[in-house]
């Protein structure tokens, strides 16, 4: 039988075969692999990565336990490359793109570039979120939800990525020859809006409680989702 996961992004949905080793750039499926109309319709729509139940700071750590890649994953993944080491210091430019899987292997697509294979640090898991979608988090004993594969990520850097790290030549063997980007601990452009500090100042300026500025913040966000906009204006509601 064939591992099928679906993978979502901007409300498209994508059927992900796990088969033999192939080309970075292709997605290898088994000969007559198909689905119906009904059975893509049934995955064709799917919530992003969801809010957390209360807005909070951003807190990344706990990369002490907890396996890379949780057993259930394991199926569709050939190999998930990462460090041996915590991240530390790095250089703090907003980098992004997407990180999507294709034929069992993390790859980081943007504009006007080549995609690339994605190279993780030490701190990242990958697994299935509660709703069964295949998603990073952060390891240890109260893992972080990251995002979900298929969307937009941002994270600090540039990270340099040399051949000589940890997995590299494995993650050549399984995956190719494209180019290398450590993309350390991303993080879903979605979430990448929740900052503490914006719900207080919306808090401040209308003279209400956190819990309503909150839900006013979200309305907006999503509101812009809808429409395709940028939506660093919510900040100013």
């Given amino acids: 039988s064939w591992p099928v996961k679906r993978i ?5 949905a994508a059927l992900i075969f796990c088969s033999s080793p192939a080309s970075p750039q292709t997605s290898a499926a088994p000969s007559g692999a198909t689905i119906g109309r009904s059975g893509f319709a049934s995955i064709a729509q799917a919530p992003p990565s969801p809010w957390p139940e209360k807005p909070r700071p951003t807190v990344i750590g706990g990369h002490g336990g907890g396996p890379s ?4 994953v394991r199926p569709l993944l050939r190999i998930f490359a990462h460090s041996d ?3 530390g210091a790095t250089n703090q430019a907003l980098l992004g793109g997407r990180i999507v899987l294709r034929d069992g292997c993390l790859f980081v697509t943007g504009r006007n570039q080549p995609d690339r294979l994605a190279y993780f ?3 990242v898991a990958v697994g299935f979120d509660g709703q069964g979608y295949l998603s990073l988090r952060t390891r240890g004993p109260r893992p972080q939800h ?3 594969i298929g969307e937009q990520f941002s994270w600090g850097g540039p990270i340099g990525a040399s051949e ?3 997995m590299v030549a494995r993650l050549r063997q399984h995956c190719g020859t494209a180019p290398l980007e450590h993309v350390g601990i991303p993080q ?4 990448f809006q929740i900052r503490s500090w914006v719900i207080d100042s919306i808090a401040t300026r209308h003279r209400i409680s956190r819990d309503r500025a909150w839900q006013r913040f979200k309305a907006c966000v999503e509101q812009r ?5 940028r939506m660093f204006d919510c900040d100013m509601i």
């Fill in 225 to 229: 989702e809808a429409g395709g906009r």
């Fill in 146 to 148: 990251l995002g979900r």
């Fill in 121 to 123: 640090a030490h701190e």
């Fill in 85 to 87: 080491r915590a991240l």
């Fill in 8 to 12: 979502v992004w901007s409300g498209v």
């Fill in 188 to 191: 879903s452009a979605r979430l």
């Fill in 164 to 166: 000589a790290l940890p």
């Fill in 69 to 72: 890649v949780t057993p259930a």
